[in-house]
């Protein structure tokens, strides 16, 4: 198989804080010199949330801003992906920053339990997010947690209401929603390819998952995700000493399976991206 792949790196998230391990990047400055390094490691995509002085989750326009200035400054061509998650923020605030006009953003198209909550995407805001993108020509990333998201994902671009390039994420290892198995993941990577053979897909695994998801999304053909948002250790002993680490053991894996790692200029044209 000699398909470029893919690595987004998930630098920061709106959970994991210093406490949980030192790495996290929680500053503008520590997020861009964190994801300089997973750039140089392999990472074509930084999937970007902000934070608070107080470590809080944040949707601060003015901070997106000025890591975007930073991520384009430092990491030459790289796909800049702001989150519009949950955690950061309520309603429509958390699409404040789309008019900065970033590469990508993350979408989510449905509902679902979380450990301790139900992430809330109701159609209305899910359908104001994707107009916003249309609006800014941002292509989104769909983050898909159960089948449902998957299928209406793709009825959705069918429809011209997600904009761009299909691209969907399959989200694995939260608990109270889909947890690693090998035979759902299959039927993920089997329903892209019978109802939307034009798409991209990718994946991302939770916590002890993400090696584990890392190496299904390679071998498979796919795009995959790694970083402290997800996981903050190397294995059960060992913390992860930084984003770049994670990203550079997916890395192997590409090497393992014969998978180039794509380079940004790669990474944009598979995703139908406008050039850096």
Same mark, same amino acid.
């Given at each position: 198989?000699?398909?470029?792949?893919?690595?987004?790196?998930?630098?920061?998230?709106?959970?994991?804080?210093?406490?949980?391990?030192?790495?996290?990047?929680?500053?503008?400055?520590?997020?861009?010199?964190?994801?300089?390094?997973?750039?140089?490691?392999?990472?074509?995509?930084?999937?970007?949330?902000?934070?608070?002085? %107080?470590?809080?989750?944040?949707? %601060?326009?003015?901070?997106?801003?000025?890591?975007?200035?930073?991520?384009?400054?430092?990491?030459?061509?790289?796909?800049?992906?702001?989150?519009?998650?949950?955690?950061?923020?309520?309603?429509?605030? $958390?699409?404040?920053?789309?008019?900065?006009?970033?590469?990508?953003?993350?979408?989510?198209?449905?509902?679902?339990?979380?450990?301790?909550?139900?992430?809330?995407?109701?159609?209305?805001?899910?359908?104001?997010?994707?107009?916003?993108? $249309?609006?800014? %020509?941002?292509?989104?990333?769909?983050?898909?947690?159960?089948?449902?998201?998957?299928?209406?994902?793709?009825?959705?671009?069918?429809?011209?209401?997600?904009?761009?390039?299909?691209?969907?994420?399959?989200?694995?290892?939260?608990?109270?929603?889909?947890?690693? %198995?090998?035979?759902?993941?299959?039927?993920?990577?089997?329903?892209?390819?019978?109802?939307?053979?034009?798409?991209?897909?990718?994946?991302?695994?939770?916590?002890?998952?993400?090696?584990?998801?890392?190496?299904?999304?390679?071998?498979?053909?796919?795009?995959?995700?790694?970083?402290?948002?997800?996981?903050?250790?190397?294995?059960?002993?060992?913390?992860?000493?930084?984003?770049?680490?994670?990203?550079?053991?997916?890395?192997?894996?590409?090497?393992?399976?014969?998978?180039?790692?794509?380079?940004?200029?790669?990474?944009?044209?598979?995703?139908?991206?406008?050039?850096?």
């Amino acid at each position: 198989m000699t398909k470029p792949c893919i690595l987004c790196c998930a630098i920061t998230g709106s959970l994991p804080t210093k406490a949980n391990n030192p790495a996290v990047p929680i500053t503008v400055s520590e997020q861009i010199e964190s994801s300089h390094a997973a750039y140089e490691a392999g990472a074509s995509i930084i999937h970007a949330h902000v934070r608070n002085d %107080d470590e809080t989750p944040s949707s %601060d326009p003015e901070k997106f801003a000025r890591l975007k200035e930073g991520l384009e400054t430092h990491c030459p061509g790289v796909i800049v992906q702001f989150s519009t998650g949950g955690r950061s923020g309520a309603g429509r605030t $958390r699409g404040g920053m789309l008019p900065l006009g970033p590469d990508m953003a993350s979408l989510s198209v449905g509902s679902n339990n979380f450990p301790t909550r139900v992430y809330e995407n109701p159609p209305d805001l899910v359908d104001w997010l994707a107009s916003e993108m $249309r609006a800014h %020509d941002i292509t989104p990333e769909v983050e898909a947690f159960d089948l449902s998201h998957i299928l209406q994902a793709i009825r959705l671009h069918d429809a011209g209401t997600l904009p761009g390039t299909l691209y969907v994420q399959f989200v694995m290892g939260v608990k109270n929603a889909m947890p690693v %198995d090998r035979e759902v993941f299959d039927f993920y990577v089997h329903t892209m390819q019978s109802r939307a053979p034009k798409a991209e897909w990718c994946a991302a695994g939770i916590g002890a998952a993400q090696l584990t998801i890392n190496e299904w999304a390679i071998a498979a053909g796919g795009h995959t995700r790694a970083g402290l948002e997800d996981n903050v250790r190397l294995d059960r002993d060992r913390l992860a000493p930084s984003n770049a680490a994670l990203i550079a053991r997916a890395a192997e894996l590409c090497a393992k399976y014969d998978r180039p790692v794509a380079t940004p200029a790669q990474a944009r044209q598979m995703l139908g991206l406008r050039p850096a």
